[in-house]
């Protein structure tokens, strides 16, 4: 999960390197920060993604973990859309 390790990071260039056209225009800078402020203190703590299967919706081949933190009862659902070879989204809720 390169664009996990990306959020860690505070790596934007890493993050949207296999983003389509658009996705890359929609994950600016400031975006990007935004989401690691929210996210990057829980997955340093540590994560372990779990393989949950793919489906698809529109086109897109869209991936599906679950994301457990350490320390954390909770797990997160981690979601990635792939085109061409490209993503297209990417969402943690």
Do not use: C
């Not at 935004?34 to 919706?57: N, T, W």
């Amino acid at each position: 999960m390169n664009m996990l390790e990306a959020i860690v990071e505070n790596n934007h260039a890493t993050f949207i390197q296999s983003a389509d056209k658009q996705f890359k225009e929609e994950v600016t800078t400031e975006n990007f920060k935004v989401v690691v402020d929210a996210i990057a203190p829980k997955l340093k703590k540590g994560f372990k993604p779990r393989y949950l299967g793919e489906m698809s919706q529109q086109g897109y081949a869209v991936h599906l973990w679950a994301l457990t933190i350490r320390g954390d009862a909770d797990e997160m659902l981690v979601t990635m859309s792939l085109k061409d070879g490209k993503v297209g989204g990417f969402f943690m809720e």
